[in-house]
């Protein structure tokens, strides 16, 4: 059995990525605070299954990880297992001097400090196994753009990619034959691009040009985009340590 992990499977492209990887056979694992009955009750090859958890709170997520690992290691026919972490928050969008502290450190958990320690705690579970692992972190353009109003957004997703690529130069120089890449998935129709047009100018000077893009239907949708990811995650022969892959490469 081909087994995935995927974190923020609730809705936007989290869903899209389990709904392709279920229909390639694989038994996909959820975590997000809400539930997916689609994906629970769909009739695809591979099944689903959830577990609620906050990924802002450290304990909780640590606490997931241990009943996922757990469970997986009383499988006996692991062909393979693969890691995609997805869930993230655009907010707070707002100039640096105006934001909520609180907010401010929920966005740096979800972003970046939990995907670090679900990677160290997925490296240790797995590191006498005898599968190799691929994992993927979903990245953002804004990690090498300066945005006005998204100094948390850019600086976590910069934090994700140096973090991300410095753990494939690890497991590289360690022979373990595992792989982790980013993926960006450019601008697609989410609940994330909803957030950001709602956003006032003094808080977003680009928030006419999102609305644009919604006006004018450049928004990519989630199943598209995540077919893309998916396409890549399965051709694991040729996915280089430490890469960065973008939607924008294919089309
Ligand atoms: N949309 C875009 O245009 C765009 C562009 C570039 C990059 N991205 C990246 O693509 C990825 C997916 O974005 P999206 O647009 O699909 O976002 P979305 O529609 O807002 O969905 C976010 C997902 O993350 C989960 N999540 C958020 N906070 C969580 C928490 N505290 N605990 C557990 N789960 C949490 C949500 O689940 P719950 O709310 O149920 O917990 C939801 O399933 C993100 O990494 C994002 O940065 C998006």
Redesign the pocket.
């Known amino acids: 059995m081909k087994y995935a992990v995927v974190?923020?499977?609730?809705?936007?492209?989290?869903?899209s990525i389990a709904k392709l990887l279920m229909q390639a056979s694989f038994h996909v694992i959820g975590?997000?605070?809400?539930g997916n009955k689609q994906l629970e009750n769909a009739d695809y090859p591979g099944a689903y299954t959830h577990f609620a958890?906050?990924?802002?709170n450290i304990e909780q997520t640590t606490e997931v990880f241990n009943q996922i690992i757990k469970n997986l290691k009383q499988q006996k026919n692991i062909e393979s297992l693969h890691l995609v972490q997805?869930?993230?928050?655009?907010h707070p969008i707002e100039q640096a001097g105006k934001q909520e502290p609180t907010l401010i450190e929920k966005h740096m958990r979800?972003?970046l400090v939990t995907p670090m320690m679900i990677t160290n705690q997925w490296l240790d579970a797995w590191r006498d196994s005898s599968f190799p692992l691929v994992m993927v972190n979903?990245?953002?353009?804004?990690a090498d753009r300066n945005v006005y109003g998204w100094t948390a957004y850019g600086a976590s997703?910069a934090g994700l990619n140096r973090y991300t690529r410095t753990v494939a130069l690890e497991q590289e120089e360690l022979q373990t034959g595992n792989k982790v890449f980013l993926f960006?998935?450019?601008?697609?129709d989410?609940?994330?691009?909803g957030?950001i047009r709602s956003s006032e100018p003094s808080q977003f000077i680009e928030v006419e040009q999102f609305k644009n893009y919604k006006t004018n239907n450049k928004?990519r949708s989630?199943d598209v985009v995540a077919k893309v990811l998916v396409d890549r995650l399965l051709d694991e022969e040729n996915i280089k340590n430490g890469e960065y892959y973008s939607v924008k490469d294919i089309f």
């Open positions: 974190t923020g499977t609730s809705k936007g492209l989290g869903e975590i997000a605070r809400n958890g906050d990924l802002s997805n869930a993230a928050l655009i979800v972003n979903v990245t953002s353009g804004a997703k960006d998935p450019s601008i697609m989410t609940d994330m691009q957030e928004l989630t």
